[in-house]
């Protein structure tokens, strides 16, 4: 085989494998992910096993904003994180969503894990008619509790979900 030919074939296995990596990102890096692994990662990254759901919530910060803990599993394993909805023109760029983990007796907690702002670009979608949500990364949930919460930056009020 000549070297153009062999050249041309390396490179026609790089433009492959890069291809792959542009038409699906998160197949890429979701193989790699695994338990504690995999916290902080976007769940629209993540090919669930079936449909996630809202485990608690919506809990509201009383000025339209509302929080919910979502949880789905992925590749047998249960993950969670924090949603918020809120309608579009409002200030939630001045909220803060994240999720909170503690082991069942909270003698240890994890706090403000994966904080996003209302609006965070990639984090961030229409869900309704004017209503947006904004979401965390996921976290592994192996024996350990967790909740969402909602902090506003404009008043220092904080909403959370109960702990699941």
Known sequence: MSIKARIGMVVA???????????APGAAFA???????????????LAWNGTAVTR???ASNGSGVSVELRSGTYNGKVYVWG???????SDAHLVR??????????SQCS??????????????GNVATNTY??????????????RACVYDTTDGSTACTGWW
């Open 13 to 23: 296995i790089m433009c492959t494998a890069l291809m792959s990596l542009i038409a």
């Open 31 to 45: 193989a790699v992910c695994y338990d504690y692994g995999c916290d902080g990662v976007n769940p629209d990254n």
């Open 56 to 58: 608690l919530g919506p």
């Open 83 to 89: 949603r918020m909805k809120y309608s579009g023109g």
């Open 97 to 106: 969503i994240s999720v909170d983990r503690c082991t069942a007796d909270r």
């Open 111 to 124: 706090y403000n894990m994966g904080s996003k702002a209302g609006g965070t670009e990639g984090w961030s």
């Open 133 to 146: 949500s904004t979401w965390t990364g996921v976290y592994y949930d192996s024996a350990l509790i967790a």
